[in-house]
C-alpha cells in the first residue's frame, strides 16, 4: 500500500537519518543510508513479524547499514563542526546541550561546545559495535532488551558491550576531565 508506506516513510524518516547520521557522521552519507534503510523496508517489509516493535525492526536495519558503511570506507570521516551545531540544535528541538538562549555567559557556552566537541570525537573513534551501543541508549534511549532485539545478541552482551564502550569514553575524555568522569 503506496499510502501506508509514505505514513511509515513520513513517521521515521527524521530518527533513521538521526541514528545514521550519528553512526558515520557524514550527512551525504547519513542520506544515502537513510534512502537504503527505505529501500530494505520496502523490500522486506514482508518479513517483518511483529515480535518487536517495528523502530526496533528498522533501527537494526539502519544501524547494520550504518556499519557496513564504516567497514566499507575503512575510516570514517567526520562533519564540520559548524554541521555538528546544526543537526544537534535542531534534533533536539530546544537546543539541548549546544545551545540555551537563556545562558549568555560566553565562557560556559564555550565549555560546552568544547566538551560537546570532545565527546563527539570520543564516540568517533569508537569501533561501529561500541558506537552502535552507545548511539542506541544514550542518544536514543533504548532499552536493553530493544537494544538485544535489535543487534540480534544477548542483553548479557548489550551490557558488556556498553561497559567497554564507556570506559573507552572515560579513558578518552579523562585527560580532558581531569579524570573526573566515573562509569557506572
Known amino acids: 500500500d503506496p499510502t501506508a508506506f509514505t505514513q511509515l516513510v513520513e513517521k521515521y524518516q527524521r530518527r533513521v537519518f538521526s541514528v545514521a547520521l550519528g ?16 529501500i530494505k523496508v520496502h523490500r522486506y517489509i514482508g518479513n517483518f513479524q511483529g515480535a518487536s516493535s517495528f523502530y526496533t525492526w528498522i533501527y537494526r536495519i539502519v544501524v547494520n547499514l550504518s556499519i557496513d558503511h564504516i567497514r566499507r570506507k575503512g575510516r570514517h570521516v567526520s562533519m564540520d563542526f559548524d554541521d555538528a551545531l546544526d543537526h ?3 534534533a533536539a528541538e530546544g537546543g539541548g546541550v549546544m545551545s540555551n538562549p537563556l545562558d549568555i555567559n560566553p565562557s560556559k557556552v564555550m565549555g560546552r561546545k568544547e566538551l560537546a566537541l570532545k565527546i563527539r570525537e570520543a564516540v568517533d573513534e569508537l569501533p561501529p559495535y561500541h558506537r552502535a551501543v552507545i548511539v542506541m541508549r544514550e542518544i536514543e534511549g533504548m532499552s536493553y532488551s530493544d537494544m538485544a532485539k535489535t543487534m540480534k545478541i544477548s542483553k548479557g552482551t548489550i551490557m558488556s558491550r556498553l561497559h567497554h564502550a564507556r570506559q573507552k569514553l572515560q579513558r ?11 562509569v557506572e
Open 23 to 38: 553512526m558515520v557522521k557524514n550527512q551525504e552519507d547519513a542520506m544515502d543510508i537513510a534512502q537504503d534503510t527505505f
Open 172 to 182: 578518552a575524555l579523562s585527560g580532558y576531565m581531569d579524570g573526573d568522569l566515573k
Open 88 to 90: 544537534h540544535e535542531n
